[in-house]
C-alpha cells in the first residue's frame, strides 16, 4: 500500500505526473508598475473563479516569483485569459528577468493595464487577500470590469506541456 500523507513523505515527482493530468487554462497577469510606469507581467496556470457575489476570482504566484512584487503595486491587476496561439506570449511572461513586453502588442484595459493582443478575455482586478500556502502564494482578488476580447480557441496545459482545445462538432 502507497504510503499515506501521515506515512511519509510524498514524492514531488509523483505530485507534480499526477496533478499534471489536470488540464488548466493559462492565464497573464499584467499591470503598469507605479515606480517606473512600465508594463509588468507574469505567467499562471492556476486560475479559477471562487465568487458570483462578491465578484472574485483567485490565482496563484510563486513566492520566488520576482515580477509579482511589480505587478502586485499596481492598485489594479489584469486578468488575460491566453488563447491556444499564444504560447510564445506565455514563455515570454513566464520567463525570468529582461522586458517581458518586448514586441508584444496590447492596448490599456479601463484600469490602464495592459490587455494582450488576442487574449481570449480580459478581467480588471483589485486584490483582496494574499493567503501563504507552501511555496505559493494564493491571491484573491475581486473583479472590477471585465470582458471578451478576441475569439479562438483557449491555451491549455496539461500533462506538462501546452497545446489547444477541439470543440465537439
Partial sequence: MPPGPS???LDTLRFRQVLGRFATGVVA???VEPVSGEPCG???NSF???SLDPPLVA????HTSTSWPKVRGAKVVTVNVLAEHQRSVCAQ???RGGDKFAGLEWTGSPGGNPVLDGSLAWIDCSVEAEHPAGD???VVARVLQLDTHADGGPLVFFRGGYGGFV???
Fill in 29 to 31: 497577469i499584467t499591470a
Fill in 59 to 62: 490565482f496563484c504566484v510563486a
Fill in 7 to 9: 506515512q511519509g513523505h
Fill in 42 to 44: 507574469l505567467a499562471a
Fill in 136 to 138: 505559493h502564494m494564493i
Fill in 167 to 169: 470543440e465537439p462538432a
Fill in 48 to 50: 479559477t473563479s471562487v
Fill in 93 to 95: 511572461l513566464a520567463a
